[in-house]
């Protein structure tokens, strides 16, 4: 039986609708533009943060911004990305880049891993700044329980400013 799709694509993926027949089809499109002004929103709002793990030990607070102090084989570029995300509300790419060779984790493919991780629904673009999704922010958690309890001390502490 043959199905009708149409497939748009956002800045946060792709959004897809299909029914049986051309009626069905259109009857889906009446609601679309809602649809998509709910999601946008929704990932344009700054999210509630609370409670933070605490990165002591893996950031540094310094006058250029959240400085890496991990060791460079203890987490990807990937996850080195996100824990300065996670560190900072929102960040201009040059800023993320600037911090991460700051920390010593200058390298050229630095902006296809934040492509990787935008693509994967981690980081939400909005204008010209980057920030975790909610789904970002349990992963860049989890990496920094990974990292704690690697190193033996207490796994997904919590509270602080750090």
């Known amino acids: 039986m043959k199905r009708y799709r149409i497939t748009v694509k956002r800045t946060f993926g ?14 889906s499109l009446v609601g679309f533009p809602d649809l998509l002004t709910k999601i946008d929103e929704s990932l344009s709002k700054p999210e509630i ?14 006058g250029e ?12 570029d990937r996850e080195a990305i996100g824990i300065l995300l996670y560190a900072m509300p929102t960040a201009k790419a040059g800023e993320v ?4 060779k700051l920390s010593g984790r200058d390298r050229p493919g630095l902006p296809a891993r934040l492509s990787e991780l935008r693509r994967e629904g981690l980081v939400v673009k909005d204008g ?11 992963w860049v958690e989890e990496a920094i329980s990974r990292l704690r309890s ?7 502490a919590r509270g602080g400013k750090d």
């Open 97 to 100: 880049f600037q911090l991460m």
């Open 128 to 138: 010209e700044v980057y920030r975790l999704s909610t789904i970002g922010r349990t």
């Open 65 to 76: 911004g959240p400085l890496l102090i991990t060791q460079k084989d203890e987490v990807s």
């Open 49 to 62: 943060v609370s409670p933070r793990v605490s990165l002591r030990g893996v950031v540094e607070r310094t």
């Open 150 to 156: 690697g190193r033996g001390e207490v796994a997904w």
């Open 14 to 27: 792709t959004v897809t609708i299909e029914g049986n027949t051309s009626e069905e089809l259109l009857e």
